[in-house]
């Protein structure tokens, strides 16, 4: 099964508002990836995060890794329609990565 | 850019067919992984290489084979196709980041969309 646990499963938003989604590990991580995957496409990488409580932002996006490096978070303020899509975390084991299942963002107007 | 490409975006096949899928990178990674995609469940690994003629399973390796007979292709092979093997196929590349280790960034490709009938 999902070795990391992504939640929500599915996030309505309403145009402009703010939301978070987090991605929980039971085991320490060494690195967290975000990747976003748009309706009909395929995963694009975002960011890598490896630092316990690192923080990055991408425009209206923040990333955040915990200080016990067992869970991660996205937050996006302002939201717009360009967010809609599915991300996902994904954390490193080896050369290998485990997906999480993913949140599903959809914006309404 | 990095540039992953499929075979095929849409598939048809019916039950009991051989399926070929390929895949090919043209930025000399090391690694190549084989991902199928269903609703709700994320990317789950099927197969991945980390080097010519080089292979390792995944989380659900069974009904699938793979090969790589160069750096820049690697197939994921369906012996006798099935139903429940109707799904998103993604393919992926990443560098292998030696001594740095971790996982480095993977590209993915566009997706075969699989049908089995």
């Known amino acids: 099964g999902q070795q990391v646990m992504q939640i929500p499963q599915y996030q309505h938003v309403q145009e402009g508002e703010d939301f978070t989604t987090y991605c929980n590990s039971s085991?320490?991580?060494?690195?967290i990836q975000w990747y976003k995957q748009r309706p009909g496409g395929h995963p694009v990488f975002l960011i890598q995060?490896?630092?316990?409580?690192e923080v990055k932002k991408q425009k209206r996006l923040t990333f955040q890794f915990g200080e016990a490096k067992k869970n991660s978070s996205l937050h996006i303020t302002a939201t717009q329609t360009t967010d809609v899509g599915t991300y996902f975390c994904?954390?490193?084991?080896?050369?290998?990565?485990?997906f999480g299942g993913g949140t599903r963002v959809l914006v309404k107007p | 850019d990095v540039k992953v490409t499929q075979s095929s975006r849409y598939l048809v096949k019916r039950t009991g067919e051989k399926v070929f899928l390929e895949c090919v990178q043209d930025?000399?990674?090391?690694?190549m992984f084989w991902y199928r995609q269903d609703p709700g469940l994320g990317l789950r690994l099927i197969y991945f290489?980390?080097?010519?003629?080089?292979?390792e399973k995944g989380d659900i390796p069974e009904g699938y084979s793979v090969s790589r007979e160069k750096k820049e292709r690697f197939s994921l092979i369906l012996e006798s196709a099935s139903t429940n093997q109707t799904s998103m196929y993604l393919c992926?590349?990443?560098?292998?980041?030696?001594?740095?280790?971790?996982?480095?960034?993977?590209?993915f490709g566009p997706g075969t969309r699989l049908t089995v009938l």
């Open positions: 994904a954390k490193a084991a080896g050369n290998k990565l485990t």
């Open positions: 992926a590349s990443s560098r292998n980041p030696g001594l740095a280790g971790g996982a480095d960034t993977q590209y």
């Open positions: 290489s980390y080097d010519v003629k080089m292979k």
């Open positions: 995060l490896v630092k316990s409580g």
């Open positions: 930025m000399d990674h090391e690694n």
């Open positions: 085991t320490t991580l060494s690195n």
